[in-house]
């Protein structure tokens, strides 16, 4: 069964940095993409970016890049999220989902808090 | 950068109904590149459709996708209670994004 388990939920400060993580099981973690998606409190679904973890290839939606860094590490079959400086505007629920024919499966979601 | 537009904002409807939701891409892609899901507050999203009209493993019959081009809908047919969600329609071509969202909920 594919599983993919997010990191439990932070609550940080504007300007600290922060990695949520997805650890993936039941499956070949090196040959599926992975995705990462926001969702601000009331609002819909965003596709921030995607990395295939077999060679690191990562593509990032243009209104993501340069906010955030995508990795994977296939020793540990995990897929990471990072941010050097938060902000405010960043608070909202973050999923990671397996690619194939859609977002097929998904993470239960980390929230991430940020507020002085 | 496809943009999908999802309409209504909110279906409200009695169990046993027919909800039919509709995505209108901003651009022509292939149908195989079009995915639905359902969203419930506090839980993960879900797969329900791929390829616009291929069902998920496990998603009930009830839930059927067609279209093609620039025009995809979602149909519901005999709504239960626990199909109250926000469905959203996405792109997966050469890029990916995201509906806005369709709110059915039960009167």
């Known amino acids: 069964e594919v599983q993919l388990v997010q990191s439990a939920a932070e609550v940080k400060k504007p300007g600290e940095s922060l990695t949520i993580s997805c650890k993936a099981s039941?499956?070949?973690?090196?040959?599926?993409?992975i995705g990462w998606v926001r969702q601000k409190p009331g609002k819909g679904l965003e596709w921030m970016g995607i990395?295939?973890?077999?060679?690191?290839?990562?593509r990032y939606s243009p209104s993501f890049q340069d906010q955030v860094t995508i990795s994977a590490d296939t020793s540990v079959t995990t897929a990471y999220l990072q941010w050097d400086t938060l902000q405010a505007s960043d608070t909202a629920i973050y999923y990671c989902a397996r690619h194939s024919g859609g977002f097929e499966s998904w993470g239960q979601g980390t929230l991430v808090t940020v507020s002085s | 950068e496809i943009v999908l537009t999802q309409s209504p904002d909110t279906l409200s409807l009695s169990p046993g109904e027919t909800a039919t939701l509709s995505c209108r891409a901003s651009q022509y892609f292939s149908s195989a590149f079009l995915a639905w899901h359902q969203y419930k507050p506090g839980q993960a999203p879900r797969l329900l459709i791929y390829g616009a009209s291929t069902r998920a493993t496990g998603v009930p019959d009830r839930f059927s996708g067609s279209g093609s081009g620039t025009e995809f809908t979602l149909t519901i047919s005999g709504l239960e209670p626990e199909d109250s969600a926000v469905y959203f329609c996405q792109h997966y071509a050469d890029s990916i994004t995201f509906g806005g969202g369709t709110k059915v909920e039960m009167k």
């Open positions: 990395i295939y973890p077999g060679d690191s290839d990562t």
């Open positions: 039941g499956y070949t973690f090196g040959s599926y993409w």
